[in-house]
Each structure stands twice: as structure tokens, then as C-alpha cells.
């Protein structure tokens, strides 16, 4: 059991570095495996999933609806997809034919009817005499086609959201599994032949494969994971003998694995059948999971370490109680085959809101044995932590009342927020006894390339945007004499060169507002970094001259003071001077009237030198004791 306590890895780095580089080995393996397999299979470029209904409307047939107690005339398309008649759900062809052709003409009957092509689902009437003797028929094989690559190889074909894939190279399937698998096991740029059912007409398109590219979304959320399991390396391999850096460290790495060992779900259709995929889906949750516990739990420990209340404080078990309840429902789930995509999302807000309520708790819990400066140093990890829980929360809240949005997508870009206030945080405080501060030379390297990069990566954004503007103008037409005013509508040509025109403007305009805007941003930063009047140099020499001219104890605290508040730009400045013995020689504070700073230091002064005597160099004041 020592192997699993924090007192043995405390003794045992070496072998925490080698347990731990072996882990992340195996996850990034897993992750590139992963990588290079998803953007590298054939795809058509489109969407899939089984239909919700395979009783297919064969004609157009007037019915009417009834909003507000009013018969309003309306009609049922075909290419309808029947889900219910008669409030009873339609299992059968003979079900649906005798809870329709056995009722008198006369009969009213109610349909819930769906529309894949407005994308709806509705309630509608029709007398049984409209709907004839072939108003519908059950399909054998079908797919419905959910989404399309814009410019893919689907949309170049013609294929459009709502289509109904019946054949695929003249093959029928039984589900989207069964269809996605023909298509897969197929070479890149291979010739794939839709057989689709539109409007009750039926269609053959050809489709080349391409090798699936990688979308935006999923780079950026690969990338997320890997910039999490490297700063996950760095803490766990360049601190093991701290326990909050071992912590911290598995922690960020079993959430950047969740995030890049995440099967692609194109991907994942291909190898549904295999163990690995299951395997792999449940390994992933629990890391995630894992890491979100190991976060709370790491409260404790950092930035501040509060070891004393660690042995009290048994709430720090609960977010790894619903880890494990939640991942074995999960594989339960899975293994069974019995996966409901209402409960599973149930399941996932629930534990959203365990570890919500959890570090809720824990702050309330943890506030008072942290000092007013300490709560300032967590601040960035806290607030990065706390944001990513609410998003999670809200997304999917969203999901399970079917509201979705463009900007959900973007959502996941917060995670990067929890590595970099990580690495903020100890960099600016230097905890865990690393020193990860830039010189100011290389800060302002660093932040002028990030003002140019963004004002960059801006503008190839706009000009993307621009390049697929395309508006629909009024009839006027320009000449080189006149203004006509057409009857019709322009010719495409007139169209194409006046929304290239207006492209060219906006692109110039928006241009030259950020070439305003870098002059402004490199000003600001200039004046942040006294880039103009600010010179390393000439302050050591100044300096230098000081610290060797021949002037009173009182004379040279004074010019010192003055020199480095003007020289390097500070506010305040304040001076001690001790003997050997710890007498206390001289000092100044900037501002003279603060009689605070005298009066304090005449009290502890005999501390101060306690404190200090044995450092050799320099230190921050965070090292003190809080009172102090």
C-alpha cells in the first residue's frame, strides 16, 4: 500500500519520472495512432444516421392543422417520413396499413409527420378518403444524410441534407453502421455509387472519395490536448519530489489523453465492432474524469500548500467517487449495448454538477485558511477551472433541450485556458521553485509577435469571409455614361463583378483599420515595455557611477532611490540598509509622508534580519509568513 502514498513518491522521484514517462508514452502513442488513422480514411465527405422513420410518403396529399382552434389548409409532402398514427408509434408495414385503410373514408386521422428537408417534425390531419390506397411505403434500406461538407466531395455530386441513401454500389444495409462500412472499406479516390430517394424520385450520384481532411474544429482540439499532456510532462518531470507538481502534472495529462484519445466519431463508426474502441471509450471518459478529481484535489496543495487540513477533509473523495460510478455506467452501457443517447446525457450533467457542487464546496470550505495575497495568487487557476465547468454545464444543458449553435463548437477553445494558468501562475510567482520568468528584452519579443500574429490571423479571416460574399443587388446597373435603373434582375457576370468590387473595398478598408490598429497596440506596448527611453545599459553605468562615488551613507540612499524610480520606471521605492550585526544603518521609502513604513520597521526590524541574514541573493516577498 506505501506504493500508492504521497510520503513514497516523496522519497521516489526517479521512479515517479519513469512511471510517469511511461504512461505518456502509451498516451501519445495512443493519440497519434488516433490522429494520423482519422484524417487519413476515405470519407464522402457527408453525414449519415439511420432515419427516424422508414414509412415514406409517396405523394403530395392535401390534410389541414389545427392552431388555435382553428382548421388552418395546409398539406402532407412527399418525402415525409411517418412517426405516428393516430398518437400510436409505427413498428409494422401492416401496423401502419391497418391503423389507416381500416377506418371509413370519412375518418379523420392524425399524423406525425417528418420533414427532413425543412428539418421538422409536426402534427397534421388528413381524411382517410385524401390519402388514397399508396400514400406511403415502408423502406427496406435507408440512411438519412444529416450534414454536408460545403464544397466536399457529396455537395460537388449534388447531394443535398434530407437525401435518403437506399443503396450504396448496389448494396443494401440495415443501419448507418452497416452503410458507413461499405463506403470505408473502399480506397481514397475511389468511385462510390448513391442510390437516393428525393421527393419519391429516385436518383443515382456518383461520389469520389477523398482522404478525410482535417477540419478546423479537430485540429484545434488536438492541439488543446497536446498542449495539456506537454505541460503536463514538464511539471511531473521537472518537479517529482513536489507532491502538488505530481499531482497537478497527472492531472493535466489525463485530461489533454481525454481530449486527443477521444475516437473522431467518423472514425469510430469504422471500428464500431472492435473491443479497442469500446476499451478506448471508456478509458478516455475516466481520464478525463480522473483529471477533473485530481484538479479539485490539487486545491489543497497548490498554489498554497495546506497539508495540515488534507487528513480532515474526506469531501476531496467525492469527485473520484462519481469518477468511478460514472465511468462504470458508462462501460455498462457500453458493453451492453444498451446506450441511450437521453440517459447518457442525463449522465454526463449530473456529474457536471457533483464536481460543480464539489469545488463549490471546497471554496466555501478552504476560504478561510487562505490568506487575502494567497487567494490573489490562485486567482488565474481558479477562475480558468471554474469557467471551464460552467461551459461544460451550460453545453450540455443546451444538448439535452436539442439547442445547438455554431458557437458551442468553440466552446472546447476554453480548456486551453487551464495549462496556461498553470504556467502563468508559476511563473509569476516562481512556485515549486522554478523560475519560468522571461527577460523583459524577450517579453517584449513575445508579445510584439503575438500583436502581429493576431492582427494577421485577423485579417486572412476577413478576407475569407469577404471572398464568399455574395449579395443579392438591386436591378441598377452602371455604365460609363449613365445609371440604369433593369426591369430584370442583372446578368450573372454584373453580379460577379460588383460583389468582387465590393469584396476588394471591404478588404482594403478593413486593411487599413488594422494598420491603424498595430500602430496603436505597438505605442502601447512600446510605452508598457519604455522601449523609447528604456536602456539597460546606461542604467547599470548610472548606477554604477553611484554606487562608486565617494558620498554620505544618507546621500547615497537617497540618490540611489531616485535613480531607480526614474531609471526603471516604479512607482515606489524603498531602501534598508543592515550592518553585519543587524543594526539597522539607514533606509528610505519613496513616499515620505507614509509614516507606516517608518514605524513598522523600527518594530521589526530585529525580524527582518532573521529572516534574510542567510539568504544570499534575492528573494520575493510571497516567501514571508502572512502576518508578516
Known sequence: MKFFTKTYWDK??????????????????????????????????????DPVSKFYVLKDTKAFIIKNGKKLADSIHKGDLILKINEIA????????????????????????????????????????DLGNKFFAKLKSAVLVVGIAEDGASDRAGLKVGDLITKI???????AIEADMIMRN??????????????????????????????????????????????????????????????????????????????????????????????????????????????????????????ELSGRQNWIYIPYAIAIITTATTAYMIISKQVSPGFSSYLSLLTILGFIAVAVFASIKLRGSVSKNNRKIGRAIIFSLSLNLIALFITQLMRIFNYSSPLFGYTGLLIILIPISYIYTVARYRLLDLDLRLRKNNQYLLVTFSWRALLF??????????????????????????????????????????????SIILTLAFAYLLLNLYRIGIRYINKKYYRTSFDYRKASIDLSRVIESDITVDNFIETISNKIKSTIHINRVG??????????????????????????????????????????????????????
Open 12 to 49: 521516489n522521484p526517479t521512479l515517479f519520472r519513469a512511471v510517469f514517462i511511461l504512461i505518456a508514452s502509451f498516451f501519445l502513442l495512443v493519440s497519434f495512432w488516433n490522429f494520423v488513422s482519422t484524417t487519413t480514411m476515405p470519407t464522402d465527405e457527408n453525414l449519415f444516421q
Open 457 to 502: 490571423f485577423a485579417l486572412f479571416a476577413f478576407l475569407w469571409a469577404a471572398s464568399h460574399i455574395y449579395l443579392e443587388l438591386p436591378n441598377i446597373h452602371f455604365t460609363g455614361t449613365s445609371i440604369e435603373v433593369l426591369q430584370k434582375p442583372l446578368k450573372e457576370e454584373y453580379l460577379s463583378f460588383y460583389n468582387t468590387s465590393i
Open 169 to 175: 454500389n448496389g448494396k443494401t444495409f440495415k443501419t
Open 186 to 307: 473502399l480506397e481514397a479516390n475511389s468511385e462510390i455509387v448513391y442510390e437516393i430517394l428525393r421527393d419519391a424520385h429516385i436518383y443515382k450520384i456518383s461520389i469520389r472519395l477523398a482522404k478525410f481532411g482535417i477540419t478546423f474544429s479537430y485540429l484545434l482540439s488536438f492541439l488543446s490536448g497536446l498542449l495539456f499532456i506537454a505541460t503536463g510532462l514538464f511539471f511531473g518531470l521537472a518537479r517529482p519530489n513536489f507532491f502538488a507538481a505530481r499531482i497537478i502534472a497527472l492531472a493535466l495529462l489525463f485530461v489533454g489523453f481525454s481530449i486527443t484519445g477521444r475516437m473522431n466519431p467518423s472514425f469510430s463508426l469504422y471500428l464500431y465492432s472492435s473491443q479497442f474502441v469500446m476499451a478506448l471509450t471508456v478509458i478516455t471518459n475516466l481520464a478525463f474524469l480522473s483529471g477533473v478529481s485530481l484538479f479539485i484535489h490539487s486545491t489543497l496543495y497548490f498554489p498554497v500548500e495546506r497539508s
Open 90 to 129: 409505427v413498428d409494422s408495414a401492416n401496423q401502419a396499413a391497418d391503423l389507416i385503410f381500416s377506418l371509413p373514408d370519412s375518418a379523420t386521422i392524425k399524423l406525425e409527420v417528418a420533414c427532413m428537408h425543412r428539418k421538422e417534425i409536426r402534427n397534421i390531419y388528413a381524411k382517410r378518403e
Open 575 to 628: 531602501i534598508i540598509l543592515f550592518g553585519d550585526n543587524g543594526d539597522l544603518i539607514n533606509y528610505r521609502f519613496s513616499e515620505l509622508q507614509n509614516q507606516n513604513f517608518a514605524d513598522s520597521l523600527k518594530v521589526n526590524k530585529e525580524r527582518l534580519y532573521e529572516v534574510i541574514k542567510h539568504i544570499a541573493g534575492s528573494f520575493r516577498v510571497e516567501y514571508f509568513d502572512d502576518e508578516f
